[in-house]
């Protein structure tokens, strides 16, 4: 059974900086691309960014570009997510997931909060 358990959010001031983790079981994680993925309230959740299965390659939304930087360890099947220069439009539970599709087994989530 595949689960995914995410960590490292919290309340943030406009300007600060999280890191965010993400550990998977139950799958062969060093042979999938991994992303992460929020949901805001009232939205529906989009892709944050992603990494290939090997980490050579990744992808960002535009709207994180320069900011955030996500990255994997193989050998520790862990996903993170480093977020710099926090807007409050980045307030969302942010979840971790195979990319680019993802499967129906989402974690529960962590909550980020940007706010002054």
């Known amino acids: 059974q595949v689960q995914l358990v995410e960590s490292g959010g919290g309340l943030v001031q406009p300007g600060g900086s999280l890191r965010l983790s993400c550990t998977a079981s139950?799958?062969?994680?060093?042979?999938?691309?991994m992303g992460w993925y929020r949901q805001a309230p009232g939205k529906q959740r989009e892709l944050v960014a992603g990494?290939?299965?090997?980490?050579?390659?990744?992808i960002y939304a535009d709207s994180v570009k320069g900011r955030f930087t996500i990255s994997r360890d193989n050998a520790k099947n862990t996903v993170d997510l480093q977020m710099n220069s926090l807007k409050p439009e980045d307030t969302a539970v942010y979840y971790c997931n195979r990319h680019p599709i993802p499967r129906d087994y989402w974690g529960q989530g962590t909550q980020v909060t940007v706010s002054s």
């Open positions: 990494i290939t299965s090997g980490g050579g390659t990744t």
């Open positions: 139950g799958l062969i994680f060093r042979t999938y691309g």
